[in-house]
């Protein structure tokens, strides 16, 4: 079966027009979810996707920002209705660092009432993960390791797909040049680019630790990725956002550059 990314959103951490950047990981008929976003709207896509959430058991959340934790707890009483009512089996693993480990478990008791929170306390599973530590999820080994962000810790990962090509996925932090040994010669990386370098006056991408799309191709430029997604942006151009993106990546950047749009399916050659 081709591996397939699933965008449920590709924004940055206040889009209004977009969903915060999230994604999903098809193996076979699982899949594996990739941080969830800030609010409700993700089970909204889930459901234009047409993808049960008795098909997710396993969710990894990189680091403790609102636009990707607070989507959980919209999932979790969503998943704890289903339990309920005999429409959600198994356990639901969380993988994450103990910071976001620290905060879904300070969180969650005081948001439902008594009877969700016990059965949120019975089928939920908060896995802390340590730098460089490598898990078997939905058949496929990953490793996740920090990123040496700058504000609050943030892990990404990397795992080998079935055709034997490796995914890199970084956070949504510019991407830290400790980390270039790492992620040279990869087939696929995952790296956030907040705007067009052009508009970087009106978005400010530097003061909060993001990229420009020059600044993330430029950075590459030398590494030899194959592919490059980008996400995590600004949302005033969803209409050309693709084309324009993609025509500024290439001045800067050799290889495939992939522009997602939410609800897009990057299908893994």
């Given at each position: 079966m081709m591996q397939k990314i699933i965008m449920l959103g590709t924004?940055?951490?206040?889009?209004?027009?977009?969903y915060n950047t999230c994604f999903l990981l098809q193996n076979d008929?699982?899949?594996?979810?990739?941080?969830?976003g800030g609010s409700a709207h993700i089970v909204q896509?889930?459901?234009?996707?047409?993808?049960n959430l008795n098909k997710i058991h396993n969710?990894?959340?990189?680091?403790?920002?609102?636009?990707?934790?607070?989507?959980?707890?919209w999932l979790l009483k969503r998943i704890t209705g289903m339990v309920l009512s005999g429409?959600?089996?198994?356990?639901?693993?969380?993988?994450?660092?103990?910071?976001?480990?620290?905060?879904?478990?300070?969180?969650?008791?005081?948001?439902f009432p008594d009877v969700y929170v016990e059965e949120i306390d019975r089928y939920l599973k908060v896995i802390v993960l340590q730098n460089n530590e490598t898990k078997k999820i939905t058949n496929r080994k990953y490793t996740f390791f920090d990123v040496m962000a700058s504000k609050n810790k943030l892990y990404g990962f990397e795992t080998i797909l079935d055709n034997n090509k490796k995914l890199?996925?970084?956070?949504?932090?510019?991407?830290?040049?400790?980390?270039?040994?790492?992620?040279?010669?990869?087939d696929y990386v995952m790296h956030e680019a907040f705007c067009l370098d052009s508009e970087q006056d009106i978005f400010k991408p530097y003061e909060k630790k993001h990229s420009t799309v020059k600044s993330v191709c430029e950075n590459f430029a030398n590494l030899n990725i194959k592919n490059l997604i980008l996400y995590h942006t600004e949302d005033t151009h969803l209409v050309n956002r693709k084309e324009l993106y993609t025509k500024e990546a290439q001045?800067?950047?050799?290889?495939n550059v992939i522009v997602p749009n939410d609800l897009e399916i990057i299908e893994i050659n």
């Open positions: 924004g940055h951490g206040f889009v209004y027009n977009c008929d699982e899949y594996f979810l990739i941080d969830t896509n889930l459901e234009k996707l047409n993808i969710i990894f959340i990189s680091h403790s920002h609102t636009d990707h934790i607070l989507g959980l707890f429409k959600y089996d198994e356990k639901l693993n969380i993988y994450c660092n103990d910071e976001v480990a620290n905060a879904i478990k300070n969180i969650y008791p005081n948001l890199v996925f970084l956070g949504d932090e510019t991407c830290n040049p400790l980390l270039y040994d790492r992620i040279k010669n990869s001045k800067y950047f050799n290889g």
